[in-house]
């Protein structure tokens, strides 16, 4: 592992090898690598040494400190006043608070502006964004993909930003009434909601598809608020800290473990980058619900498709994830030529393989597992049940798989995903109470909606988007 400890320039490298070493501010439009790969950083930065100092920052500052080693093509105090910015009024009453609940402890990563984790991320990246644009005059389309939480987040990131318009693909009828609702309901000029006709794993395929088209991305402007994005991990990375930091000083525990919701890898991503930089974390429970490539590859070291389940958790109903790509060019000792040989066998058969380790795991830094239906309806009623203490059906996941490996040495900080209030249907079904409100929510329930029905096509999505920007 290549990691380094001063405050050097930091570039950012592809995973597939064929674009130059760019700074943050250019990974940041540039979304997807232009090589079809995904952009990682040229070392991690080793931080050990100052996790003593950081232990009682607030979160603003420790945001700062963290990200500022990978962040050195803006100048120090631009970037601490946008942190500040971010950080500052959007997360009502704090970023990431962390609350004990029975033997586990919970993240709530849910008090920003549309109640999902997602929001830590992209209310900076929106901040990033109009700061590189606007000294140039620039403008910039961004393309994304959502399974749920990504769209309305990446919308609030962008809303009312000079010289932003952003296209939001989601799998028609397959995200829950409100996720749909958070993102048609807002129908200022330079939004605009696709709702393709197939799955999440479609709608990202076609946005890497035009990402991956270099006419089309230069003459549109093209850029990306998926975590495809670098800058989205960069600010996940953070309540990892924040978390560990504030279990330790309750338990005095020398390391804990972290369990996370995991669909398109992006999250559990962050906290292994953490991890790697020396975060106080031992382990991270990788937790899918029926939708279980991730926990398959985990166990087996084989990473194959199946079919896409609907389920009550569907931020998570995915079988590609795209920052797996980002993971497996680390387990492959950063050998981009390797990489592509195993992504472009991946395309073509549906399958790669990777031969686990001596003890049979494929990776000593993960424990992985999944959760069906019933688990998490059961998982969600018993927690109101012993604790009245409301869980999401995403975060039920990971804290179902999480008690799957019992009691351990280490205390266990779970990952809350979403507000319950955004799955008031599977909240219902799990205490028999309609329990699942939050005022936000209730407001959007009379509103207008607009988006557009587009066939499951990248021509259709293409055209759409060159009539639209004109």
């Known amino acids: 592992m290549h990691t380094q400890a001063g405050d050097g320039e930091m570039r950012y490298i592809s995973t597939r090898g064929r674009v130059e070493p760019v700074p943050f501010t ?71 608070p962390v609350v004990r609940v029975g033997d586990v402890f919970v993240l709530e990563l849910w008090h920003g502006p549309t109640l999902a984790f997602k929001d830590v991320a992209l209310q900076l990246l929106g901040n990033l964004f109009e700061y590189i644009l606007s000294p ?14 990504t769209g309305s987040a990446a919308i609030r990131g962008a809303l009312g930003r000079k010289g932003i318009n952003i296209f939001v693909m989601h799998p028609h009828q397959r995200v829950s009434p409100i996720q749909q609702r958070q993102m048609t ?33 230069r003459r549109c402007s093209l850029g990306a608020a998926n975590s495809v994005n670098f800058a989205r991990v960069v600010a996940q990375i953070v309540y990892y800290f924040k978390a560990a930091f504030h279990v330790q000083k309750a338990t005095g525990a020398e390391h804990v473990r972290v369990a996370v919701p995991t669909g398109n890898f992006g999250d559990i991503l962050a906290g292994w ?6 975060a106080p974390i031992s382990r991270l429970i990788l937790a899918t619900n029926q939708n279980d490539i991730l926990a398959r590859f985990f166990r087996t070291g084989e990473y194959s498709l ?80 012993e604790h009245e203490y409301l869980l999401d059906p995403h975060t039920a996941v990971g804290v179902h798989v999480a008690e799957r490996f019992g009691p351990a040495e280490e205390p266990v900080v779970c990952l809350a995903t979403a507000h319950p209030a955004k799955f008031p249907e599977a909240i ?42 004109g």
Not at 68 to 78: C, H
Not at 196 to 215: N, P, W, Y
Not at 273 to 278: E, L, N, P, R
């Open 306 to 385: 199946g079919r896409v389940y609907q389920t009550l958790s569907p931020s998570m109903d995915i079988q590609v994830a795209s920052n797996f790509e980002r993971y497996l060019y680390y387990k492959l000792d950063r050998d981009p030529a390797r990489l592509r040989e195993m992504m472009e066998a991946f395309a073509a058969e549906g399958r790669l393989r990777v031969p686990p380790v001596a003890d049979g795991r494929v990776d000593d830094d993960f424990l992985a597992d999944r959760a069906d239906e019933q688990d998490v309806l059961a998982t969600i009623g018993r927690y109101w049940k």
């Open 185 to 217: 309901t807002v129908l200022d000029e330079n939004v605009h909601n696709i709702a393709v006709e197939g799955s999440f794993d479609d709608c990202q395929r076609i946005m890497k598809t035009l990402a991956g088209d270099l006419d089309f991305k």
């Open 428 to 469: 219902e079904r799990a205490t028999g109470k309609n329990l699942a409100r939050h005022p936000a929510i209730d407001a959007l329930m009379d509103l207008p909606t607009r988006f557009h029905v587009l066939p499951n096509d990248t021509e259709s999505v293409r055209a759409f988007v060159l009539k639209t920007i």
């Open 136 to 149: 140039a005059g620039g403008r910039l389309n961004i393309l994304a993909a959502t399974s749920g939480d």
């Open 273 to 278: 980058y953490a991890m790697k930089m020396g």
């Open 26 to 96: 250019r990974a940041v439009l540039m979304g997807l690598a232009d090589d079809g790969g995904l952009l990682v950083p040229e070392s991690i930065p080793d931080v050990s040494g100052r996790l003593g100092a950081w232990r009682e920052l607030p979160y603003a500052r420790l945001a700062f400190e963290v990200m500022r080693p990978f962040v050195t093509d803006i100048p120090a105090r631009d970037f601490e006043h946008l942190v500040e910015k971010t950080y500052a009024s959007a997360f009502e009453p704090e970023v990431a």
